[in-house]
């Protein structure tokens, strides 16, 4: 409903875009989602094998969400 106003606009959200929301944002039209603090929260105490382990969970949300 947001690009009803421009809908050749490629919108990418990059804020709040979490695992449980992330289909939302796609059914609402965007082009593409940005992670960064729900997917490198784990950097800041050196957990990189949590790191890892949460953008294996965001791709995979986004084959399911995608059909890839």
Do not use: C, H
Not at 3 to 26: D, H, R, Y
Not at 30 to 50: C, I, M, R, S, Y
């Amino acid at each position: 409903a947001f690009k009803a106003p421009l809908p050749q606009l490629n919108i990418m959200p990059t804020g709040g875009v979490s695992l449980e929301n992330m289909a939302e944002w796609f059914a609402a039209g965007v082009t593409a989602v940005g992670v960064g603090g729900n997917l490198l929260a784990p950097a800041a105490t050196g957990d990189f094998e949590k790191v890892r382990e949460v953008a294996q969970a965001y791709m995979e949300k986004f084959q399911a969400i995608k059909g890839v």
